[in-house]
Nanobody, 123 residues
Framework: QVQLVESGGGLVQAGGSLTLSCAMS????????MGWFRQVPGKERDFVSA????????YYADSVKGRFTISRDNAKNTVTLQMNSLKVEDTAVYYC????????????????WGQGTQVTVSS
């Protein structure tokens, strides 16, 4: 059974930084592309960032380019989202997701999901 567990969410002031982590178990982590999505109540789950299985390719939503950095450590079965220069509009529940082999940026591309972690940015 594939399990994804996010951690690192919390409260931060605008302009600050926060690091989210996601640990995967149950499958060979290095074979899976990983993604981060976020969602606020009443809205669709939006793509934030993705990284290929080897870590060689990365993709970012326009809204976070230059501020967020995705990375992975295949030896530790973790993917990380470093968030800098946070804005109030970044407030959301952040979800980690996994899909076999090929990186994607749509909700329906991903088969496995974590439970989410709350990020709140205050003004």
């Amino acid at each position: 059974q594939v399990q994804l567990v996010e951690s690192g969410g919390g409260l931060v002031q605008a302009g600050g930084s926060l690091t989210l982590s996601c640990a995967m178990s149950g499958r060979t982590f290095s074979r899976y592309a990983m993604g981060w999505f976020r969602q606020v109540p009443g809205k669709e789950r939006d793509f934030v960032s993705a990284i290929s299985s080897s870590g060689g390719n990365k993709y970012y939503a326009d809204s976070v380019k230059g501020r967020f950095t995705i990375s992975r450590d295949n030896a530790k079965n973790t993917v990380t989202l470093q968030m800098n220069s946070l804005k109030v509009e970044d407030t959301a529940v952040y979800y980690c997701a996994a899909r076999y082999a090929v990186m994607g940026r749509r909700y329906e591309d991903y088969a496995y999901w974590g439970q989410g972690t709350q990020v709140t940015v205050s003004s």
